[in-house]
C-alpha cells in the first residue's frame, strides 16, 4: 500500500481547552516510547474513526466481505498496524494529559467493551479475541544473512510488476491479526490477538485517492472506508505514495542515509527505526522492483538485522526472515520470504524477552499477503488469485 488513513496531519491543538477540560494528570506508568505509540494511535483514529457516508454509498460489490465483530478494547500499536503513518509525536499537554487523552479515547473506541469500568476492568476478554499464540524463539544469526538478501534482493529487482497508470489503483489483500491487551479483575495483563481476518486497501499512484475495507474493524464497517486525501500534502517516507517511491535512490546507502535522516528522533532507537521504516514501506505496498531490491540490501546494513532460518507467516506458510530485535522492548519483527522463489510473504512479531507484561515467544501480530495487483477502479477486487496454499498447522507456528 502506498499510504494510509492514519496519516499524521498538522493541526493545532488548544492546550488551555485541554487544561480546562481534564481533571489532574497522574504519574504515568508507561514507558515513554509505549506512550508515544498510544498517543499517536489515539489522534490517528480519533481523525479517521467516522466513514465517509458519501464515499460510502453505492452497490457492494459482488465479492463482499463477510461481516465479523469487533476485536477488541484496546490494540497494541508499537509498529505492528499494518498502516503507514507518521512517527513523530503528537504535541500534547504534557505527558499525563496524553495518559488521560489515551484513557478516554480508548473508551471511546472499544464501543462498550470492557464492562462498565472500562478497559482495564472487563470481566472477561474483548469479543472475538483468543489467547496470544506462543512460539519458541528461533535463533537469529548475521551468519547466511548476505547471501539470503543477495537472493531476496535479486528476486525483487526481476519480479514482473505492472505499471499503473494515472487512474488506476493499486491493490493489496492481506491477512492479519494484531495484539489485544486486556487486564483481568486481579489486575493482572493477558496477552490476547485478534482472530485472523482480511485486510483491502486500494491506493491511487498519486497517493490522493483509496479505499480501505477491513470489516473486523468496527470503525471502517462492512463496506469500508475513503483513504481520500482532504488536501494536499508533500509526499514523504512517513507518507509515501507510489509516484514518491519511483523518485527514491535505489542505492542502498543512499537509501539508508536518507532514512535515517527522515526519521531523526523517532521510535525506540535510530537503527530500529531504521528497520521499522523499511517494513513500513514493504508490508502494504506495491514498490517498483529496483528500490524493493535497495530496500532489503539496505536493510542488511542496518546493526542488529539478523537471518532466522524457519518463520512462520499469518496463513501458515514457512519461510527465511529478515528480522530485528527491539532493544528496548525486546519484540523482534521478521520479514519473511518463500525458500524458493524468495518472495516476500508477511511479516511475524515475536517477543524475545519477557517485557512489559508479555512473555517471551508471545506472537504479538502477523500478516500475509495473498494479492497484490493493478485494478481499473476504487474497490474493484483483480481476477480471483490462485488458492493460498495453507499447510496444516504444526508445533512452533
Known sequence: MIRTPWRRRDEPLDHAELARLLPAPGDPELSSDRLSGLEEHLMSEIRHLTPDASAGAGTPTSDAVPDVPFAGAWEETR?????????????LAGAGAALLLVAAGVAALAGGFGGPGGPGSAAAPPAG??????????RGSAEGL????????????GAEL???????????????????????????????????????????????????????????????????????????????????????????????????DETEGEGSTPDQQAFTTIGDLLREQVVPPKLAAGLYRAAARI?????????????????????????????????????????????????TRDAEGIKKGTVRGRTAVTDRAVVDAVKQRPAAPAPVDRPAPSAGT
Open 162 to 260: 505492472p505499471e499503473p497508470r494515472p487512474g488506476q489503483f493499486l491493490y493489496v489483500r492481506s491477512e492479519v491479526s494484531w495484539m489485544v491487551t486486556w487486564d483481568g479483575p486481579d489486575g493482572k495483563n493477558e496477552s490476547y490477538v485478534e482472530k485472523l481476518h482480511p485486510r483491502e486497501v486500494w491506493m491511487s499512484p498519486d497517493g490522493d485517492k483509496g479505499w480501505l475495507v477491513e470489516p473486523y474493524k468496527e470503525a471502517t464497517g462492512r463496506d469500508g472506508i475513503t483513504l481520500d486525501d482532504p488536501g494536499p500534502v508533500r509526499p514523504s517516507l512517513n507518507a509515501p505514495s507510489y509516484d514518491y517511491l519511483r523518485t527514491l535512490p535505489t542505492d542502498p546507502d543512499l537509501l539508508l542515509k536518507k532514512i535515517y
Open 79 to 91: 509498529d505492528l498496524r499494518p498502516v503507514r503513518r507518521s512517527r513523530r509525536r503528537p504535541v
Open 303 to 351: 546493526p542488529g538485522v539478523v537471518l532466522v532460518d524457519d518463520s512462520v507467516d499469518a496463513v501458515g506458510r514457512h519461510g527465511v526472515a529478515i528480522a530485528r530485535a527491539d532493544e528496548v522492548d525486546g519484540a523482534r519483527t521478521e520479514w519473511i520470504f518463500d525458500r524458493e522463489t524468495y518472495t516476500y510473504l508477511g511479516e511475524r512479531t515475536v517477543q
Open 129 to 138: 479475541a483468543v489467547p496470544a499464540p506462543v512460539v519458541q524463539v528461533a
Open 146 to 157: 548476505a547471501g539470503a538478501v543477495a537472493d531476496i534482493s535479486g528476486a525483487a529487482a
